[in-house]
């Protein structure tokens, strides 16, 4: 199977990716398990429509969104959908922002807060940022991956970014040591 | 660019996404500004620690031989593969990349585009990274080393694919970088090698038959530049192009040939 090696050898350095944003989606790690299966084979047997030149590691996501998307969630029956509302308090609109001494104090203290207030997002919002900001993926890939326009890749980006900056100043500001700058 | 500009565009900014000349704005205001420099220092911290803490898990030992094992008897039946164990993985991407893009142009002369090829580099090689023109760019040995940098990350999202390289350590160089830039409608690959001195050489694969007839050298920008070929197998052929004839000779020394 020497067709099937080289194909591994080619996801291999992926597949860390694919698994924790997969763990990140599904929130489990049987379900994470079972999203990058279904991701991997259907990226072996689609593996002929790769263009070669464009981004592996784009295409893989591409597909692990699908399955994720129409997959998944529909088998689950949990469709995750949290409304912003809920995570985001009405009129707050300015976005506090950290010194780099401010994250050296909440790398201290923060525990688990970070990865519960992603998980808190809406799976959309929470997959751009994810593919943005953890796996590097261009707007235009993500774009490509998740079937929507480039202005809101964008704007999920940056009302999920604003989510998390608030949740952890709030936290920051719990522990009492928080110099905010709300500036922008 | 006034502050608020510049917190503006500053998440386009960390995300690679601004283009060329809205990207030097920004650099140019960081540099200049330290109340912005500071918002940016602390922005880029947190995504750090937002990866580092969130974004940063490994997936469990043995998960792709799961994978193959429980997939292969349905996943081989469809598998359509070309064979390239003559190469890495990356160098046969790299090798693909350069031979379409000499497929559109197999009539050309061979000089000719190694001589282009050398003008690039030395256009684009003036000592920093990035984006130099619309159509070419290249990834330096600082941004390798520092993976989240914004100009890092920056230029990574626009190298779509892999490149093929060279160890040249023994002589004395290290890669700073791929370079890639469109040529006729298709995207064309090098890699580009520096000294402690400041030598440079360039690396591309090329299918033999437009290397064939390479000239002994190359004239860019009134320097003589050596090329030298050697067949590398599959009907492609490795060109090296050098700054001068001693590094030249030093090469074909260290590699035996005539």
């Known amino acids: 199977m020497e067709t099937q090696a080289e194909f591994a050898e080619r996801v291999k350095p992926h597949l860390d990716s694919l698994y924790r944003t997969a763990l990140r989606m599904t929130g489990e790690s049987a379900g994470a398990e079972d999203l990058v299966q279904e991701t991997f084979l259907k990226a072996y047997r689609g593996f002929a429509q790769f263009e070669p030149g464009s981004n592996f590691k784009a295409w893989l996501f591409t597909i692990l969104t699908h399955a994720f998307i129409n997959d998944y969630r529909k088998r689950s029956r949990s469709p995750l959908v949290t409304d912003f509302a809920e995570v985001e308090p009405e009129g707050a609109t300015e976005t506090p922002h950290f010194s780099a001494e401010d994250v050296e104090r909440l790398a201290d203290r923060l525990g688990d807060q970070a990865k519960r207030a992603l998980d808190r997002l809406p799976a959309e919002h929470r997959l751009v940022f994810i593919l943005s900001t953890f796996e590097d993926l261009s707007y235009k890939e993500i774009s490509a991956a998740l079937g929507v326009p480039i202005g809101t890749v964008m704007s999920r980006l940056f009302r999920a970014r604003s989510v998390l900056r608030r949740e952890l100043s709030d936290f920051a500001r719990q522990e009492g040591y928080f110099q905010e700058k709300s500036d922008r | ?258």
Not at chain 2, 203 to 210: F, H, I, R, S
Not at chain 2, 217 to 245: H, N, Q, Y
Request: charged content about 20%.
């Open chain 2, 1 to 258: 660019m006034k502050c608020h500009e510049a917190k503006r565009h500053l998440d386009l900014f960390m995300d690679g996404e601004l283009s060329v000349p809205e990207n030097l704005k920004v650099l140019e205001h960081l540099n200049l500004c330290h109340p912005c420099a500071d918002v940016y220092e602390g922005e880029k911290a947190l995504r750090a620690l937002l990866r580092a803490r969130v974004g940063s898990g490994i997936a469990p030992a043995g998960l792709v031989d799961r994978l193959l094992a429980e997939e292969a008897p349905a996943a081989s039946a469809v598998a359509v593969f070309p064979r390239r164990r003559w190469m890495s993985a990356a160098a046969a991407a790299g090798f693909f990349l350069v031979m379409l893009a000499l497929v559109f142009s197999a009539k050309d002369n061979p000089v000719a585009f190694a001589y282009e090829m050398a003008v690039k580099h030395q256009k684009t090689h003036g000592g920093f990274c990035g984006v130099h023109q619309d159509d070419s760019l290249c990834v330096c040995i600082h941004c390798s080393s520092e993976p989240d940098h914004a100009v890092c990350s920056f230029f990574r999202t626009r190298i779509g694919h892999e490149v093929g390289t060279q160890d040249l350590t023994d002589l004395g160089y290290s890669m700073i970088g791929a370079q890639v830039w469109e040529r006729q409608g298709s995207k064309v690959c090098w890699t580009v090698y520096h000294d402690t001195a400041g030598n440079t050489i360039s690396y591309g694969l090329v299918p033999t038959k437009l290397a064939k007839e390479p000239g002994p050298l190359l004239v860019c920008d009134g320097v003589e530049r050596p090329v030298v070929m050697i067949p590398a197998g599959g009907g492609m052929t490795s060109v090296f192009v050098f700054d001068s004839e001693t590094e030249a000779q030093r090469f074909r020394d260290a590699r035996n040939l005539k």
